[in-house]
């Protein structure tokens, strides 16, 4: 009996195999029929009008949300769904290793060709950011960006997954939100509304690539308060969807919600229930959250307006572990494996491995608290739960000099910025160099080492602050584009460097190198070195070699800062600290420089106050004239 019933179940077995494979046969035979049938239409299609495969740039953007329509057809099924690859890899620089099936397909739709971003792009795009800390900055931007719109804080956090428990980045403002068609741009490609001369961003492609950057997935939550309407949006980029439902181009799911004149919250169908229905469903089943409910649950904590950015399924480094380490301290987040041993006398590694220029590579409390040149008063990071403290590079640095630089090109002034440049004051136990250049107030290049001592000690510990508007940094705004303008600003900037240190390196106790220094060079020089190049205090910043000026500048730097004892305590040469001690007797010059030094620190204090107050009234005046409009608004209500 038993050996009958095995009979039977193997025979319906067999039957079952037999119309499978009569199924796949007949599917075959469909897809042959259906892509002879496309071929046929792009011959057609060529021959007619050869000049529709030229697309506009509206057009190559264009995806199935742009167009109205629901990604998912009909049938139920994905229309371009061919078969489910592999999930992807979680080590980012592999995870564009895939088998994506079929190449990309040109898509007919009312006779016209429209090309489709790949989700490959999505990817490839973000691997700009060779460095996981720049795409944080990137969303750090977005929000900082936001203050003229009201902004006061930004918030950097861990959270947990609530599908599986993993570590999710959260990245949160309370600025003014996206409304639903400025949600849209902000996932789209090439779109960018920022165009205040101030906005850090200006390309429109940093939230995708920074949020691809250090996971697969992110989800967006903005609220937009504008003419008295208030909306919610919900937008999904996720390459493990893409990816894993075989999609030939990039698809973004969003919902919008609108609070409605009763105080309700209701669906914003634009394109209809069954366009906001299928976008629902795919939110639920590929975001962290299941049900509408915990969706709409994450708008709690944003307030009237602002935006809510969560990554997940964020990438592992090499070793299998997530590249952000949210363990080694719960009040910052680091990066896993990246701390590396400081080579310098062991006497003074503690103080090299502690110092920020070291700190910012692997601790992200350390590289924003120097991320912003100027920060407002009114404006906060915070840092899984801790304020992020400001740190000024430029108060980090003994015997300063301001150097102005005005570069040319064409025998035009393209700008003028003044450089800050000194010796660390943990010189010359820190061996540091190099310049910070900031753009638009944001960090680019940290102790960019603009000199290469190797074994000559020229140049250690000289670090210089400025701010460079005048070039264009690069996409991933870790570096600067290398037009002639910032090859001219290098070269200027090595000289500073070498200057510097010749006539200085003796208040850290090197031997003074007596040097004369080149002459000038006239106005068309191919440096781009303006005759106006003057220091702050009225020095030629081209120093002409004579002995009471050098004598002079040597006394300024020694004054105030206790140089002698410095040389005494290390043992240096008695000549030099004897040199030394006899200089600071003039106490008349002396005291002339600490005044000095005084008025010039107030200067920079009233420089400072005099920013915040003007981007407090800019900000007041914002605030008066919605006030002014709502109180039209009423005045017309209550007229008629």
């Known amino acids: 009996m038993g050996f ?3 009979v039977m179940k193997a025979t319906e077995l067999d039957k079952d195999v037999g119309d499978r494979v009569q199924g796949n046969n007949c ?3 469909q ?3 259906h892509q002879k049938s496309v071929n046929h239409s792009r011959r057609q299609e060529s021959k007619e009008n050869k000049s529709s495969n030229a697309l506009s740039s509206g057009q190559s953007n264009s995806n199935v949300l742009e167009q109205g329509r629901s990604p998912v057809d009909e049938s139920g099924t994905y229309s371009e769904f061919i078969k489910f690859p592999a999930p992807p890899c979680r080590q980012f620089w592999k995870a564009g290793d895939y088998d994506d099936g079929p190449s990309s397909k040109l898509t007919l739709q009312n006779g016209k060709n429209y090309l489709h971003v790949h989700p490959m792009f999505l990817h490839s795009n973000a691997t700009s950011h060779k460095w996981v800390f720049g795409a944080i900055a990137e969303l750090v931007d977005n929000a900082v960006d936001e203050i003229e719109n009201g902004a006061s804080f930004v918030i950097v956090d861990k959270i947990s997954n609530p599908r599986d428990g993993s570590p999710a980045l959260l990245i949160q403002d309370d600025g003014g939100g996206m409304d639903p068609e400025a949600i849209r741009r902000c996932m789209s490609f090439g779109f960018s509304d920022k165009k205040s001369k101030s906005a850090i961003g200006q390309y429109g492609n940093g939230f995708k690539t920074s949020s ?13 308060a504008d003419d008295r309407v208030l909306t919610q949006s919900i937008g999904l ?3 493990t969807f893409l990816t894993q439902t075989g999609h030939d181009r990039i698809v973004v799911p969003m919902v919008d919600y609108e609070l409605n004149t009763a105080g309700n919250l209701e669906i914003l169908d634009r394109y209809g229930k069954e366009y906001f229905m299928s976008n629902l469903s795919l939110l639920l089943q590929w975001s962290p959250y299941s049900t509408e409910a915990e969706l709409l649950k994450q708008f709690e904590d ?9 990554v997940y399924n964020l990438w592992f480094n090499d070793d299998g572990n997530v590249e952000l380490d949210f363990d080694t301290d719960p009040e910052d987040i680091r990066i896993n494996g990246d701390i590396k041993e400081v080579q310098t006398r062991p006497a003074w590694r503690t103080v090299n491995e502690e110092h920020i220029s070291n700190r910012l590579r692997y601790s992200l409390r350390a590289y924003l608290s120097i991320l912003y040149l100027r920060i407002p008063e ?4 915070v840092l899984r739960g801790g304020f992020v403290k400001h740190h000024n590079l430029a108060l980090d640095l003994k015997f300063q000099e301001f150097i102005v630089y005005r570069p040319q090109s064409s025998g035009c002034i393209k700008g003028e910025l003044l450089t800050t440049i000194g010796f660390l004051k943990e010189a010359p136990q820190v061996t ?3 310049f910070n250049i900031y753009h638009k107030n944001r960090l680019i290049l940290p102790f960019w080492p603009i000199v290469n001592y190797g074994n000559n000690s020229r140049s250690r510990g000289v670090v210089g602050v400025l701010e460079a508007n005048f070039v264009e940094p690069t996409h991933d705004k870790q570096d600067f584009e290398r037009t002639s303008l910032f090859q001219k600003l290098e070269v200027r900037l090595k000289e500073m460097t070498w200057e510097y240190w010749d006539y200085h390196c003796g208040l850290i106790g090197y031997q003074v190198i007596k040097k004369l220094r080149p002459t000038e060079p006239p106005p068309d020089s191919p440096l781009g070195i303006s005759t106006s190049d003057t220091l702050k205090h009225g020095l030629s910043s081209k120093r002409k070699e004579h002995s009471d000026l050098d004598k002079l500048e040597s006394i300024k730097r020694q004054a105030g800062t206790g140089a002698n004892a410095f040389l005494s305590g290390h043992g240096f040469e008695t000549e030099v600290v004897s040199d030394i001690k006899n200089k600071l007797e003039d106490q008349d010059v002396v005291n002339l420089i600490q005044v000095n030094k005084n008025f010039r620190a107030k200067c920079l204090d009233y420089k400072k106050r005099t920013e915040d107050l003007d981007l407090k009234v800019t900000r007041l005046r914002s605030e008066l004239g919605q006030v002014r409009t709502e109180y039209e608004q009423l005045m017309a209500e209550l007229t008629s």
């Open 212 to 224: 691809m950057r250090l996971g697969a997935d992110a989800i967006v939550f903005s609220r937009h």
């Open 302 to 310: 944003i307030g009237l307006h602002g935006t809510k950015v969560i």
């Open 432 to 434: 540091v160099h190099g």
């Open 237 to 239: 980029l996720s390459f």
């Open 378 to 381: 009114n404006f906060t990071i």
């Open 4 to 6: 009958e019933n095995m």
């Open 27 to 29: 599917l075959r035979g």
């Open 31 to 33: 897809l042959a029929q």
